[in-house]
């Protein structure tokens, strides 16, 4: 057999090729060793805390369809805050609209959809501040409206925080001379008052094709069987606790 002979020489560009394509791998979930490593990863990084250096890392792994990943990532923070340490821009906020514009209703994990949800609400919270940081657009509000779940009412914390970044949008109707911003904010006003009328639906103001449904579970690979490291210390901790229950060898009777 002949042996495979390995490369020598290797330049640190080629290396670190080598390295992110193995982290796009684990990234990309595929088999429940990528999860688990994913998983670990999202881990580390929610340890390590978003900074205005590593955030588009965060984002990227946003973008993993694997609840058990975004879990991870996000811990015991608020998943509406997540992202707060690092102010809106128009990368981050691309970046947001392009993952709503690609799942499908109801194919966001709802904590993921509450992280990007967070960084829409605080960057139109002055609309006009928020539309010259990211000029949105009838595309845009169209990938934002599909996520409202019409059935679960005004109450169902997602819809209403859509909702009231919705409001926000429309708010910018007559305040100053730019036409797409006007068209923007009726549109804005429309998606909301379709959610609100009963004689309305939806598909009345966004396109049908954008309102076909999905489910974030069809396509995830799990991971195994895992424990916290929390948990594993509490059994181990019992286990220690309990008496020794090996059954003792008995001894033979005296005169036998």
């Not at 424990?227 to 594993?232: A, D, P, R």
Request: proline share 5%.
């Amino acid at each position: 057999m002949d042996e495979i002979l390995a490369k020598e020489d290797w330049t640190k560009e080629q290396v670190e090729g080598i390295e992110n394509g193995l982290l796009r791998g684990i990234i990309g979930c595929r088999t429940y060793e990528a999860v688990e490593a994913a998983i670990t990863y999202a881990s580390f990084l929610n340890t390590v805390g978003l900074t205005p250096e590593n955030y588009p890392v965060f984002l990227k792994m946003l973008e993993v369809e694997n609840h058990w990943v975004i879990d991870s990532l996000i811990g015991d923070k608020d998943p509406f805050l997540l992202l707060s340490p690092v102010q809106p821009n128009r990368y981050i906020v691309g970046k947001i609209f392009g993952m709503m514009t690609k799942w499908h209703k109801g194919g966001i994990y709802p904590k993921n959809l509450s992280v990007i949800l967070g960084v829409l609400q605080s960057n139109y919270s002055s609309p006009r501040d928020g539309y010259r940081i990211y000029p949105i657009s009838i595309a845009d509000l169209n990938a934002l409206g599909k996520h409202l779940d019409k059935e679960k009412g005004q109450e169902y914390a997602l819809n209403r925080t859509i909702l009231n970044i919705l409001d926000r949008i429309s708010d910018l109707e007559g305040v100053g001379t730019d036409p797409d911003m006007e068209e923007v904010s009726i549109h804005a006003s429309a998606v909301r008052n379709a959610f609100f009328d009963d004689r309305k639906r939806m598909e009345d103001i966004i396109p049908p094709v954008l309102l076909v449904k999905a489910s974030y579970h069809e396509k995830e690979e799990s991971p195994r069987k895992r424990v916290s490291l929390k948990e594993k210390n509490k059994i181990d901790r019992e286990k220690a606790r309990e008496p020794d229950k090996k059954p003792k060898a008995k001894g033979k009777e005296k005169g036998k």
